[in-house]
Structures are given as C-alpha cells and as structure tokens.
C-alpha cells in the first residue's frame, strides 16, 4: 500500500511540474562536452572552484586550449538596506552578487576576434541576490551569515553562468 501511495504522489507531483531546487536545468545534449578556456579568475578562488563544478554539470570542461573562452571578471557583491527598525538601526538587507562575462566562440563571427578586443565588450551580466536579517545583538553573527550568503551566491552565479554558455553552445551547434 506504500509503494503504491508513494507511487501516486510521485506521478502527481511530477506531472504538476514539480522538480527540486537547483535541478531546473534543461537536459544539454550529451555532445557538449566541448573544451572551454577560462579567463580571468585565481584558479584558487571559491568563485572559480564554483564555476568549474558547474561548468562540469554542464558537460563543459575546462582546458587551456579550446575554441570557446569564457572571460569573467570578479564577482561584485553589493548590500542594500531593506528595512530600518526602531532607533534608526537596519533590520534587514539584502546581498546581491553580479558577474560580469563575455564569450569568444573562434569560429563565430558575431563574437570577438580575441581577448584584447572583448575586453571593453563586458555586456552580458549574471545577477542573484538573497535577504539577510540583520542582528545588532550579534553582529559576529551577522557577518558569519553574510559569508555564508556570499559562498550561495557564489555557487548561484556559478551555476547561472554555466547554464547560459551551455545553452549558448547549444544554440551554436544547431
């Protein structure tokens, strides 16, 4: 009777449209894996370590030659105050991260011939945000948080950005 149950809610759920947060991509071909170079990041940044893991997911690899470059410039985190509680003191606010990027695709005379002329061409950008609590009380705690909001913005963005150049290369190959 479990099975059965658990059987009928599955099917409801996925034929309501249902599917777990971050697994919202659409299927990419199993053909893309293709070589991407990456520039602009510190290979040992935690942006980077994100980027790569995702780029991963998206049948994408990193590599030094390869006939896609994908420049990034640093993420910027920005903070906006959402609400001021009693005595003048912030309650809330949020984090946001942007991503500026640009691809070259070597063959595809819509996009840059090489780095040097993309680098004025930053017009694609990678924006997320999330909404802190701010505790006067505990302002250590406060700013642990805001790390950690940072480190899921940082995979955020990561995983944004890689799902755009995939499907981009999908679009390419079509």
């Not at 071909?29 to 520039?39: G, N």
């Not at 505990?138 to 642990?144: E, G, H, M, T």
Request: net charge negative; charged share 25%; proline share 3%.
């Amino acid at each position: 009777m479990r099975r059965i149950t658990l059987a009928l809610i599955l099917t409801l759920l996925s034929a309501c449209g249902f599917q777990l947060r971050g697994s919202d991509t659409l299927a990419v071909e199993a053909d893309t894996s293709l070589p991407i170079r990456v520039v602009g990041l510190s290979a040992y940044s935690d942006f980077a370590s994100a980027l790569q893991v995702a780029l991963r997911r998206e049948g994408l690899a990193q590599a030094e030659q390869a006939d896609l470059t994908l420049i990034i410039k640093p993420v910027e985190f920005s903070q906006n105050t959402l609400t001021v509680g009693e005595s003048l003191r912030i309650a809330d606010y949020d984090v946001s991260g942007r991503v500026r990027y640009q691809l070259i695709f070597k063959n595809d005379p819509e996009s840059a011939v090489d780095e040097l002329a993309a680098s004025d061409e930053f017009d694609r950008i990678i924006e997320a945000s999330q909404r802190l609590d701010y505790d006067p009380e505990a302002p250590l705690a406060s700013r642990a948080e805001r790390d950690e909001t940072e480190q899921a913005l940082y995979q955020e963005l990561a995983s944004r950005l890689a799902r755009r150049v995939a499907l981009r290369v999908q679009a390419l190959k079509s």
